[in-house]
């Protein structure tokens, strides 16, 4: 006899994955399979490369800081090349409003505002360049003064300290009394007054460096600390001390358009933005706004393509995040 084959009362499973492979069509994939990326998507391919090329933020910083550049350069290459002529005085042309012949009007002795403002803002570049760079040159001394020893050390952050705690304006007015006024007595003020944030950075980075391998090693060998300051310290200190001295630069104008404009910096017949922003004042009430109107804005962008410029080195040049300097 046969044998029986006893079929079981429980229910036969189907096999799901075997099931959805002859279930579906060829080549379609599956509902439960995520979607393939595809190239040139928003999240894929090239697509995905032009977005992490449009967020670069090195390619961005160095456009601006071109454009700022070249815009600084124009404006102070104009200013520089114009002739002494073309900011004297005309009767016959007082008191005019902007027209196509004077962009920025005239004055009250009928001299051009656009010329008159080419030419302050060329002077107040040279004296924001004098100025940062003698501000520079006393933070980088100070900072290999301090590197040098602890009671060095503690004489310049003395010193840092006092000048920090001194209001800008009232030690730019005393500097500039004391120098005698004139370009080179307001750069000297400026000078004088803007180093040290920029020396307490030179001085920050120079104590990270003295606990470095090779400058120990340095000091095995037998090398001077005067040696070791100036051969092996200054080189890591020159990007920090380029960007700290073109940020000193909108401080610099700034504080000199503010000494021009309460009489105490350049003579009045020197073309300066502050002087002719304190000259405007008298005749603001007569309706005469472009006067300040124009110099004013001049110097606000010159100030703000000095600030981006600083601002976009530093980030290529990866100095920093949120140190100032001024």
Not at 82 to 90: G, I, K, Q, R, V
Not at 139 to 156: C, F, M, P, T, Y
Not at 168 to 177: E, P, T, Y
């Amino acid at each position: 006899m046969k044998p029986k084959i006893e079929q079981s009362s429980r229910p036969v499973r189907e096999m799901p994955r075997l099931q959805k492979v002859i279930s579906g069509k060829k080549g379609e994939p599956s509902k439960d399979e995520p979607p393939k990326l595809q190239a040139g998507s928003a999240l894929g391919g090239n697509g995905f490369k032009s977005q992490l090329r449009y967020h670069n933020p090195r390619k961005r910083a160095l456009i601006w800081g071109s454009l700022a550049l070249i815009w600084i350069a124009i404006v102070w290459l104009t200013g520089f090349m114009l002739p002494a002529e073309s900011t004297l005085t005309s009767l016959m042309d007082r008191n005019l409003a902007p027209v196509w012949a004077h962009p920025f009007g005239t004055d009250w002795l009928g001299r051009d505002m656009f010329m008159r403002t080419l030419k302050g803002l060329t002077t107040s570049i040279q004296v924001g360049l004098l100025a940062a760079c003698g501000g520079g040159l006393v933070a980088l001394l100070l900072g290999l003064v301090a590197a040098s020893g602890k009671l060095a050390d503690r004489i310049v952050s003395w010193l840092i300290d006092l000048f920090l705690s001194v209001p800008h304006l009232v030690s730019l007015v005393m500097l500039a009394f004391v120098f005698g006024g004139g370009l080179s007595g307001v750069a000297a003020a400026i000078a004088l007054t803007h180093w040290p944030n920029l020396a307490r950075i030179v001085r920050a980075e120079m104590i990270q460096l003295k606990s470095a391998d090779y400058i120990h090693i340095s000091r095995r060998l037998g090398q001077s600390r005067f040696r070791i300051a100036v051969h092996h310290m200054l080189p890591h200190l020159v990007p920090q001390l380029f960007v700290g001295i073109l940020l000193i630069f909108p401080h610099a104008i700034l504080h000199e358009a503010a000494i021009t404009f309460l009489g105490l910096g350049l003579s009045p017949q020197q073309p300066a933005i502050g002087i002719i922003l304190s000259e405007s004042m008298r005749y603001l009430s007569a309706g005469m706004w472009w006067l300040a109107f124009f110099p004013g804005l001049a110097l606000l962008l010159v100030v703000r393509a000095f600030d981006v410029l600083g601002s976009s080195l530093k980030v290529m040049t990866g100095t920093g995040s949120s140190r100032e300097v001024g």
